[in-house]
């Protein structure tokens, strides 16, 4: 019996991000790739129409795709709904991705740490939780980029990005405090580390740049039973969901890019 697809979620192409690194982890997988694009962005939600919207939208995607492990590549949506869509549906595997902010943590030598995410993720709860609970040592500055997002979409659809745009959105998170500077800056939304080469170049000082994807990959990776290795191509290109329906060359060409095709 074939096996059952591991489904990578966000609400635009940030997921991919993580599906290249899960590509690495799990050549024989076979892959959905679904972007909520008709609700984009995410970070703009208020918390409880946002929480409705994705635990109804994966009713539907559990049972269109039966995937043995849902990633939730997305830190807007995971930092909200993770436990409630474990909790709605039950004997299904969710991996969530959530700001790394424990890892920052142990990496930090100045204890000067940024998050970078959406407004969404900054305020949420469970951001807070984790600050409280991994980094009470250190000083974290929450970030809120309204624009981020909109402009890595941008970049990854039509190749370019205005670097001064790039630099106003990531100043916040430079921090000089008795002498010691900000040493990491965690990318808190997976459409940013398509950005990581821009922010590198326009930053005040360098900085370690936290990308969780790898780390999220290795997580899916050790939920997923054993099966015979299949021929992943064999059923030709994986599918991309764009939930708009109305995804137009440019992204065609970017899905295509990274080895699937868009289903209507
Ligand atoms: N990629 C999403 C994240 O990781 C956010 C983008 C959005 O605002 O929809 O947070």
């Known amino acids: 019996m074939a096996e059952r697809p591991v489904l990578v979620f966000d609400s635009g192409i940030g997921g991919l991000t993580v599906l290249r690194e899960a590509r690495v982890l799990m050549p024989d997988r076979r892959f959905v790739y679904v972007a909520d694009d008709a609700a984009f962005p995410y970070g703009a939600w208020d918390e409880p129409a946002l929480h409705?919207?994705?635990i109804t939208l994966f009713g539907q995607l559990l049972q269109a795709h039966d995937p043995e492990v849902s990633v939730i590549a997305c830190n807007t949506a995971s930092t909200l709904v993770i436990d409630a869509l474990r909790e709605a549906y039950p004997g299904r595997l969710f991996v969530g991705t959530v700001p790394a902010i424990k890892p920052a943590a142990e990496r930090t030598r100045s204890g000067l740490v940024s998050v970078l995410a959406t407004p969404g993720t900054v305020k949420r709860q469970y951001t807070r939780d984790l600050i409280r609970e991994w980094a009470a040592k250190c000083h974290v500055r929450?970030?809120?980029?309204?624009?981020?997002a909109a402009l890595a979409e941008a970049y990854i659809r039509d190749g370019f990005v205005d670097e001064d745009?790039?630099?106003?959105e990531i100043e916040p998170c430079f921090v000089e405090r008795d002498g010691r500077r900000t040493d990491i800056?965690?990318?808190?939304?997976?459409?940013?580390?398509f950005l990581v080469n821009r922010m590198r170049k326009t930053a005040p000082w360098p900085v370690d740049w936290i990308d969780p994807a790898e780390a999220i990959a290795r997580r899916a990776l050790s939920l997923l039973g054993r099966g015979e290795p299949e021929d992943r191509l064999a059923n030709g290109p994986d599918p991309a969901i764009f939930t708009s329906g109305k995804a137009d060359a440019a992204i065609r060409r970017v899905v295509?890019?990274?080895g699937l095709a868009l289903r209507d």
């Open 52 to 54: 409705r919207h994705i």
């Open 142 to 148: 929450l970030v809120g980029s309204v624009g981020l």
């Open 165 to 168: 745009m790039v630099r106003a």
């Open 185 to 193: 800056v965690v990318l808190a939304c997976t459409h940013y580390p």
């Open 256 to 258: 295509q890019g990274f």
